[in-house]
């Protein structure tokens, strides 16, 4: 059982370097089943905190809990249902994918019935039997994952797992992803610096960056924070100007027309009609809307918060 809501939750979690912290004050909230999409863009402290997750560096301050269970009493007890993709896997090329999942199993100690479970989960049953070095980098991805999922994990962490892959490659990880928690009840934290790719994965989504979180939340609120704006494109700015300023409307301008923040379509609807009726020729009417990569981009740029 759980302590609280979240399968893993750290508080204050701080890394620090040389006098620099490069992870500050992290509080990370995962619940369970979940897919948790950790962005960041490169060197933004992602790594080190996963470093931290999974035992291989100590933290400078902070705790961190993972299935109720404090990380520092419970160390070893906590990582025997953790499996893990950091970095750049390590293979034996000259032995055949079923046997270097063998050497890991020998390890867990689980039945070697489940080397074949995991290689169907990530479909390489029909190259078991070829050597590693013959593998493109998409299957020994696919690989890696398997061989995080032999001891029966309840979370996952892969971090930036489709780095490098082509787009058939990045599809192929991106579908095993989505798969775990919904048939496996496997809660997943994956990291990347591509908000492309995380959005099409993650339920839930923290953003961090100098080794500080600047946002946490669901895709959805994310997506909420997209500023959308019409454009008007009309025979004469000033006049238009003047309706919108008008209505008490917020209004910027551009080579394109005359911009505003969203309103209802009714809203809309009775602003053309005025500009109408005042010999206003309305030549195009264009949603405009900040996608979520320029919002980002830009968070990511600035360093502020959501």
């Known amino acids: 059982m759980l302590k609280g809501n979240y399968l893993l939750e750290t508080k204050n979690l701080t890394k620090t370097y040389k006098g620099v912290n490069v992870v500050e004050n992290l509080n990370l909230k995962i ?6 999409g950790f962005l960041g863009p490169n060197g933004a402290g992602k790594t080190t905190t996963i470093r931290m997750l999974l035992g291989l560096i100590t933290p400078s301050k902070g705790d961190i809990e993972i299935f109720g269970k404090d990380f520092k009493d419970n160390r070893l007890d906590i990582l025997s249902a953790v499996g893990s993709l950091v970095e750049s896997p390590s293979y034996y090329p000259h032995l055949s994918g079923e046997n270097n999942l063998e050497t890991i199993r020998k390890i867990l100690n689980v039945p070697k019935q489940k080397i074949h479970e995991v290689l169907d989960l990530v479909r390489l049953t029909k190259v078991a039997d070829r050597k590693v070095s013959e593998y493109s980098l ?27 892959l082509d787009p058939a490659g990045i599809i192929e990880i991106r579908d095993l992803i989505t798969k775990l ?21 993650a339920s839930q989504v923290g953003i961090i960056t100098k080794g500080n979180m600047i946002f946490q939340d669901s895709i959805e609120v994310l997506r909420e924070k997209a500023n959308r704006r019409i454009l008007f494109n009309t025979s004469d700015f000033n006049k238009t100007s003047k309706i919108l300023t008008n209505e008490g ?9 005359i911009l505003m923040n969203i309103q209802t379509n009714n809203k809309i609807g009775s602003l053309v009609r005025k500009m109408i009726n005042s010999d206003i020729d309305v030549y195009r009417i264009v949603e405009e809307k900040t996608s979520l990569e320029d919002i980002f981009l830009e968070l990511t740029k600035g360093g502020e918060t959501l």
């Open 31 to 36: 619940k369970e089943g979940e897919i948790y």
């Open 138 to 164: 998409g299957m020994k991805q696919r690989l890696a994952i398997a061989a995080s999922l032999l001891g029966n994990p309840r979370l996952i962490i892969l971090d930036e797992p489709t780095n490098g």
């Open 249 to 257: 409307i917020e209004i910027s301008e551009n080579s394109q027309g």
């Open 181 to 201: 928690p919904k048939e496996h009840g496997i809660t997943v934290i994956i990291s990347s610096h591509l908000l492309s790719e995380i959005e099409q994965v």
